[in-house]
């Protein structure tokens, strides 16, 4: 069933917990934005206000895939996106000028 079908009211939004309302978020977006800028957007958001779902989620993405140099790839990639924040929060970027 695609996440559109699912119907969600405003409880079963507040049911939901952080690991699987993430998981819904992603999969609504790879229906609807295709893995887009919106994507992309959820995407850093998720990463900079909880980290720890963001790992968790690509536990959860890469735990059917036998390669495991993918999931340490991934793992890579989030670890240097969140090395570039700290350097961009120490000492700011050309946007905050």
């Known amino acids: ?43 850093e958001l998720v990463e900079r ?12 993405t890469h735990s059917d895939h036998e390669d495991a140099n993918d999931l340490l790839d991934s793992l890579e990639s989030l670890r240097r996106r969140q090395a570039a924040r700290l350097l961009r929060d120490t000492f700011g970027s050309e946007s905050d000028a």
Do not use: K, N, W
């Open 49 to 60: 206000t909880h980290p720890e779902l963001a790992r968790a989620d690509l536990l959860r």
């Open 1 to 43: 069933m695609s996440v559109s079908e699912l119907h969600l009211s405003s409880d079963d939004l507040i049911a939901l917990s952080d690991q699987r309302l993430v998981q819904l978020i992603y999969d609504a977006l790879c229906e609807e934005d295709g893995g887009g800028t919106f994507f992309g957007l959820v995407d």
